[in-house]
Nanobody
Framework: QVQLVESGGGSVQPGGSLRLSCAAS????????LNWYRQAPGKERELVAT???????KYLDSVKGRFTISRDNAKNMIYLQMDSLKPEDTAVYYC?????????????WGKGTQVTVSS
């Protein structure tokens, strides 16, 4: 099994920056994609950023040029650097691993970290 713990959320003014971290523990046999999702109040959860096993990245259109996903394989961590934050970025941000542990590939989720962008 895989456990994920996010950190780094908080409150920031528009234009500010935050860096989210996700620490993974457990047994990971194969990596497919490592992802950050977010869910704002009253809205569905949406995929914000993806990094593949080959370190290719993909972003939600609204965050392109402002957010950067990265990984540290040695530390079993992924990060989301968020710059030029806007009020519409306010949401709970979730770390997601689509990986293979014991058994077939499946999704693993963290509990989320709140990001609030407000003046």
């Amino acid at each position: 099994q895989v456990q994920l713990v996010e950190s780094g959320g908080g409150s920031v003014q528009p234009g500010g920056s935050l860096r989210l971290s996700c620490a993974a523990s457990g047994t990971i046999l194969s990596i497919f994609t490592l992802n950050w999702y977010r869910q704002a109040p009253g809205k569905e959860r949406e995929l914000v950023a993806t990094i593949t096993s080959g370190s290719a990245t993909k972003y939600l259109d609204s965050v392109k040029g402002r957010f950067t996903i990265s990984r540290d394989n040695a530390k079993n961590m992924i990060y989301l650097q968020m710059d030029s934050l806007k009020p519409e970025d306010t949401a709970v941000y979730y770390c997601n691993y689509f990986v293979q542990s014991y058994g077939g590939p499946r999704d693993y989720w963290g509990k989320g970290t709140q990001v609030t962008v407000s003046s």
